[in-house]
Every structure is written in C-alpha cells, then in structure tokens.
C-alpha cells in the first residue's frame, strides 16, 4: 500500500536574511496545526542552516519542520572550493536534502550522473536527497516527456540500486517552475503514474518513495494537485516564502 503522509518541503531558493527568516519561521510556528497529518520541511540556502538549528531551541514548535539543503556535494571531502559534503549537512541535523533542481542543472550543467552521486552521498550520510526531474517546454511540446523523465530518474536508481526506496522524487516541469504556469492535476499525475511505475519495476519498496509535485504549486491549487492518486506532496518555492500560503498548502496536504 502507498504511503499517505505527504511531505511539503519549501524550497527558498537564493532568498532570506536572518531577520526575514526568523520572522517567517515564527509566522510558521504561530500557525502551525499541532499535529499536522503531512510531514513538513523547508530547504534554506547553506548560510543559514546553522540559524534554523539555533532557532530550534528558542521555538521549540519549529522542531516539527524538517530541515533541508538545496544542494549537497558529490564529494566526501577535499580541494572543492564552495562545496559543502553530506556530513557537514548532517552536522546540522539536516534530513533532506535536493539535487538535480533544474535551475542547477540549467545553469551550473549538472548531469544525470552527477544528479545521481549527489543523491547517494546524500544517502550514504543518513540525509533522504529529494531528486529532481522534469523536462522542459520544447521537450514537452515535442511529446517527449516520458522518454527525459524517465532517463533523468533511470540514472539515479542505477548509481543507488537497492537504496533507491529511500530516495524522495520531486516531478518538476522546467516550463512550471517560477513561471505561474502550472502543469493541470491530470497532466501532473500522468507523469506521476510513469515515475510510479518505474520505481515499482526497480524495487519491491516503492509505496516508500514519495513523488512530489514541483511546479509553481500554490494556495489556490495545493488541494486540487495534492487529491490525485501519485501526487504525494510537494516542492514548494515562491509560495514557501509566505508563510500564509505555506500553512495553507499544509492544511491542504494534511485533510
């Protein structure tokens, strides 16, 4: 049987101060159901996880909210100037953390394959990496979003073989993500049904991996997204930053 606790984790990108932060992270506290049926977690930039640790103990309330990186290195440790390894994450108590978002593999040209080793030095370190994919516009408008998808979580399952049941999938079509554009419930779970299949050829664990939706999931079609079959939570990016969509999206995935 699939899992139904959803997850929403809240991907801030490259955006925060530590005031704006707190103030947030408050906001979220302040609203926050006492015993939310999903599972919550927001991805900070690397500055600022030493910050949300430390808020953990001045807001005890903020020890419900999983913490998460946006990226992590492929690397142990060594001469990798800006790299940040899967055991200085965990030194912060981190439990996710995402690779392979577009914008990085847009702009920083990672791989299938690096995508695929920054997900098992995640594992290898205790931390669930949540793996991105999605294809593109031009992609999609010339019918091959099956084929990317699949290749693109292929990679993955073949670098982390029986481990990949702890890996949590975040579906993210690039043309959706900071767009306001956003994939209709029944485009976002026919991709859904695709990954599922896949991961239930690749392990006899596959209700434990979640599948979230990534694109430009919002307050106003959290409910509709969240209410379809494989959908099994979300990746949140604008909208985790106001902390009233961000509890609304949470009310959503817990009804």
């Known amino acids: 049987m699939k899992i ?3 997850l929403i984790a809240g991907n801030w990108k490259m955006n925060g101060s530590l005031a704006a ?3 947030l992270l408050q906001e979220l506290i302040e609203g926050f159901p006492l015993q939310p049926a999903c599972a919550v977690a927001v991805c900070v930039p690397a500055p600022y996880l030493a910050q949300f640790r430390a808020l953990v103990q001045a807001l005890p309330g903020l020890s419900a909210i999983d913490l998460g990186a946006q990226d992590v290195s492929a690397q142990v440790s060594g001469a990798f100037t ?3 390894s899967a055991a200085m ?3 912060f108590d981190c439990r996710y953390a995402i690779v392979g978002h577009s914008e990085r593999r847009q702009y920083h040209f990672e791989t299938d394959a690096l995508v695929a080793d920054k ?5 290898a ?6 793996v991105c994919i999605g294809e593109t516009l031009a992609e999609r408008e010339a019918g091959r979003t099956e084929e990317v998808v699949k290749r693109q979580l292929a990679a993955v399952i073949h670098t982390n073989g029986h481990c990949i049941s702890e890996i949590v999938v975040a579906y993210e079509p690039v043309w959706a993500i900071g767009t306001g554009k956003t994939a209709t419930p029944e485009e976002a779970q026919a991709v859904h049904a695709v990954l599922r299949a896949q991961l239930k050829a690749a392990t006899d664990h596959s209700d434990r991996v979640k599948i979230l939706y990534g694109g430009s999931m919002n307050a106003a079609n959290a ?3 969240l209410s379809q079959a494989d959908i099994d939570g979300g990746l949140i ?6 902390s009233k969509d961000f509890l609304t999206i949470i009310a959503a995935a817990s009804a």
Not at 119 to 123: E, I
Not at 125 to 130: D, E, K, L, M, V
């Open 4 to 6: 139904m606790k959803k």
């Open 21 to 23: 932060n707190q103030t």
């Open 82 to 84: 800006g790299e940040t």
């Open 89 to 91: 994450l965990k030194e």
């Open 119 to 123: 997900a098992k030095a995640a594992l």
């Open 125 to 130: 370190a205790g931390i669930t990496p949540i």
């Open 223 to 225: 409910a509709s997204l």
């Open 237 to 242: 990016g604008g909208a985790s930053l106001k």
